[in-house]
T-cell receptor
Framework: DGGITQSPKYLFRKEGQNVTLSCEQN?????MYWYRQDPGQGLRLIYY???????QKGDIAEGYSVSREKKESFPLTVTSAQKNPTAFYLC?????????????FGPGTRLTVL | GENVEQHPSTLSVQEGDSAVIKCTYS??????FPWYKQELGKGPQLIID?????GEKKDQRIAVTLNKTAKHFSLHITETQPEDSAVYFC????????????FGKGTTLSVSS
């Protein structure tokens, strides 16, 4: 099956702890993205990557970090510096240039910080 | 940078009626306009998209229209069914290297039978 997987589906962490969300795709897509979704806020872009070993900040990158060491993987770390990390996190990928093609979304990870 | 406004935020219709969701964008360089449907607890899925070289595109019960002069585009769903109930997002992009899709805040559509 081709697609995007995110794990885990639900994640609970204590305040002050860093946490890493996994995103893997086997679609051979060049571009990958991380979005944060809050009620009534739509999808806000955290980071995106057009190629291995390169990534750009989105609109709300503060308190987050990413890496792109492999084409198929784009993990997101939510650091203790993120003031309000509880949210639904979506990973996506697209075959070509960022923004010019259909994005395929994973099922999401719901992070709750206690 | 690009800004996308989406209206209405909620929309309730009776089964069989039509539903229209409208979006405006600010960057005249934008040339790619997709619409996504998100069901509860899932990731969004593309339902239709349009590029700036066409004014209208249709796929069965859904259609999208684009007015580049006015910088707005709309999603039209005809003969709505309960399974159309979901959150719909519009987005816009210039398609330039290094850019990304900018999404509207979403419309929650409820279709009652």
């Amino acid at each position: 099956d081709g697609g995007i997987t995110q794990s885990p589906k639900y994640l609970f962490r204590k305040e002050g702890q860093n946490v890493t969300l996994s995103c893997e795709q086997n679609l051979n897509h060049d571009a990958m993205y991380w979005y944060r979704q809050d009620p009534g806020q739509g999808l806000r872009l955290i980071y995106y990557s057009q190629i291995v070993n390169d990534f750009q900040k989105g609109d709300i990158a503060e308190g987050y970090s990413v890496s792109r060491e492999k084409k198929e993987s784009f993990p997101l770390t939510v650091t203790s510096a993120q003031k309000n990390p509880t949210a639904f996190y979506l990973c996506a990928s697209s075959p070509g240039l960022a923004g010019a093609d259909e994005q395929f979304f994973g099922p999401g990870t719901r992070l709750t910080v206690l | 940078g690009e800004n996308v406004e989406q209206h209405p935020s909620t929309l309730s219709v009776q089964e069989g009626d039509s539903a229209v969701i409208k979006c405006t964008y600010s960057d005249s360089a934008s040339n790619y306009f997709p619409w996504y449907k998100q069901e509860l607890g899932k990731g969004p899925q593309l339902i239709i998209d349009i590029r700036s070289n066409v004014g209208e595109k249709k796929d069965q019960r859904i259609a999208v229209t684009l007015n580049k002069t006015a910088k707005h585009f709309s999603l039209h769903i005809t003969e709505t069914q309960p399974e159309d109930s979901a959150v719909y997002f519009c987005a816009a992009s210039s398609g330039q290297a290094g850019t990304a899709l900018i999404f509207g805040k979403g419309t929650t559509l409820s279709v009652s039978s």
